[in-house]
């Protein structure tokens, strides 16, 4: 029986693609082991979204080749798109795939292992045609599903090279992405997470949209929460909002990167909205679904950003009142146009950071606390003893008492403190 052993880096839509790998291996009868075991296949998903990812791309495709050197090495992904030349060059990789052709080379690959084949499924961006479908039926390790519905993006805010690494806009036809989300259900997942480069432009070119979608994947029977991964403000519209106030399955957390919160950062940054009217629309969604937690990304450090631009985003951040902001220092990439810009040091890029991950506890923890004597739905992921633990709809972390024929299901838990780990409560009644 040959191994095989895969290391995913970057996104949900990462996630999502690397699942497609493991179901498709365990379908040819290759066992799955850890990364850092000799193995007989690798499988590396690789980032190129910052030179961080990028540079942990190397380093995992050079400890495959260090652990087994006569493995099958296949480098898929945002960095292989980016730099496919230099990865074949690579003694030891066998395939690089980038941002099309992934299901040709699943369909393929016991044959390319056979052959120890060395061949690249590289192409050009502009020749990409359509949404790429990877089948997928179900996630052995999670209780949640994810399903990849768009991929692509049109935007080229100033900073990022995703465009560059994953093309245009595309989806999913709608037919097919039902046909997906009832497999996945019948295979015992409650929950499913919308996913995709720019999941908000769903529809585009398919005469569609995201709550067309939804209305559709509503009607599934044993679909108990559909969840956002990440939407932009812009696209966050009257009709989705109208939805999510009527079904509750629709999960009650919006994560809506702001990427910054000066509107001069923004303007540089290539962003389509200013903060007032970010601001106005997340007092217009709160109006509309009084308890929703609403999360953020956020860059610090960005090109040229001075101390005034930095203390007015953290201004801005705390009158957002974010349940949790994910922060990220800013990371130059090649091709982009804030590559040319004046850059700020890395050390303040990192006080930057700490400051605005300070304050982002300081939301998680008023956030959370505001849910205390308050009942909230959990999905139960684990169960350890008595101990259940699980996010709600707001996608609270909740810890309760519990036992194990709760996994997988979602439950009403009444919240009686917040810690560190997160929100402790018991089972309603």
């Known amino acids: 029986m040959k191994t095989f052993a895969i290391h995913t880096l970057g996104c949900k839509v990462n996630s999502y693609e690397s699942e497609a790998y493991i179901e498709k291996c365990l379908q040819l009868g290759y066992k799955q082991v850890d990364f850092k075991d000799k193995s007989d296949i690798y499988l590396i998903n690789t980032c190129a979204v910052t030179n961080t990812a990028a540079s942990k791309s190397r380093q995992k495709i050079h400890q495959a080749i260090t652990q087994n050197p006569h493995a099958f ?41 056979e052959k120890h084949q060395k061949i690249n499924y590289v192409h050009e961006l502009n020749t990409i045609p359509q949404f790429e479908d990877l089948h997928i039926e179900r996630f052995v390790r999670h209780t949640r599903a994810y399903l990849k519905i768009q991929d692509g993006c049109n935007q080229f805010c100033s900073y990022c090279i995703i465009p560059y690494t994953r093309g245009r806009e595309r989806s999913l036809e709608e037919d097919k992405a039902i046909e997906i989300a009832k497999k996945l259900v019948s295979n015992g997942h409650h929950e499913i997470v919308l996913s995709g480069i720019h999941t908000g432009r769903y529809g585009r070119g398919i005469h569609s949209d995201l709550p067309s979608l939804l209305n559709k994947l509503l009607e599934i029977q044993g679909l108990d929460r559909i969840r956002i991964s990440s939407i932009e403000m812009n696209e966050v519209s009257d009709a989705l909002l109208d939805l999510m106030e009527k079904h509750p399955q629709i999960a009650r957390h919006l994560h809506i990167p702001v990427q910054a919160c000066s509107d001069s950062v923004l303007k540089r940054m290539n962003r389509p909205y200013d903060m007032r009217q970010f601001m106005k629309r997340i007092e217009e969604i709160r109006q509309k679904l009084p308890h929703i937690s609403i999360s953020t990304d956020i860059i610090a450090g960005f090109a040229d950003e001075s101390e005034e631009e930095f203390e007015e985003t953290l201004k801005n951040a705390k009158m957002c009142r974010f349940s949790f902001m994910h922060v990220f220092p800013y990371s130059k990439r090649d091709q982009t146009v804030a590559s040319k810009m004046k850059q700020i040091h890395g050390t303040i890029r990192k006080q930057r950071a700490h400051e605005l991950c300070e304050l982002s506890d300081v939301m998680k923890r008023e956030y959370s606390n505001s849910w205390i004597s308050k009942s909230c739905e959990v999905l139960v992921e684990t169960c350890k003893g008595e101990n259940c633990m699980g996010h709600s709809s707001e996608y609270l972390p909740v810890m309760f008492k519990g036992d194990a024929s709760l996994v997988g299901h979602i439950v009403r838990v009444v919240i009686h403190e917040v810690n560190d780990s997160g929100c402790l409560g018991s089972l309603e009644g």
């Open 73 to 113: 090495i296949a480098v898929v992904g945002c960095y292989s798109q980016a730099e496919a030349a230099n990865i074949e060059k690579m003694e030891g990789v066998n395939a690089v795939v980038g941002s099309d052709q992934k299901q040709t080379f699943l369909d393929s690959l016991d044959t390319l292992v």
